[in-house]
């Protein structure tokens, strides 16, 4: 049950990764793997063996999860957009306590909150700069250049939890041919996102881990404002009807339920502290 579970997590996380308003590394928060997978990436040689087989099911899944979203998900994030977000709004609510008790367990100060607030402000902004970018967009040529850097932002936003940019996607015109790309493992858009994503997640994970270990206290508190900061950029308001108010509330009612349960079999709290350090010799 174990492994099937790391399998689900692993296709949710690659389900989340395109669509707009999702964030698969705020998944990896609330499932506790965030620390542990930034580590790895880090140091990619150290114990190699041993991580590939821990994770190489779970990226396996996530892959799976991307060409399934890509096709399938993305169809009915379209057509039931509002029910989805409120379902995930609750899934991002119910990781919050958890987050909350982990950063009060680092040496917080200040600068610590600081963090948090600017963090949370960057996340407001972002919901006010894609509200100015108005429904109509600007083309951008199908290139390789530009499926290169549309790989660097989705390997950024992989490992900012609570970040996702495809409404800039969106807005540029590469949004559904990214999608078709993807789902069709069509090689000119492929290899160069992946690519550009590959090489974001190995730069930008050395990093994270480096600010786990010199700033434990700011970077914890720095998730905690970019989840809260992902709340308010998930969350689409009720409907002005009755009806489906009281759906809506009963979705997020029901994803809240749903993250504390899986919060309980692995918490975001159990994550290693910013203390531990990887092991120094890398497996034979």
Known sequence: MEQGLYLFRGFLVGLAGLLPGMSGSAFLVLFGMYRPLTTFLAHPLIHLRKNLR???????????????????????????????????????????????????????????????AGFLAACVGLAAWEARLGPDGIALPETIPVWFATGISLGLCSLLPGVNVAFLYIHFGIYQPLLEGVASLTPRVLFPVAIGAAAAILVFAKIVNLLFRIAEGPTHYGILGLIIGSVYLLYPGLDATLRQPLLHIGLLLLGLLLSLMLNQIAPPSRLPSGSETAPSHPDK
């Open 54 to 116: 821990q994770y190489a099911p779970f990226f396996l899944a996530a892959l799976a999860g991307l060409l399934v979203g890509s096709r399938l998900l993305a169809a009915l994030f379209e057509r039931q957009e509002v029910p989805l977000l409120h379902l995930f709004t609750g899934f991002m609510i119910g990781t919050l306590p958890d987050l909350y008790k982990a950063a009060r367990k680092t040496r917080a100060g200040v600068g610590s909150w600081i963090t948090l």
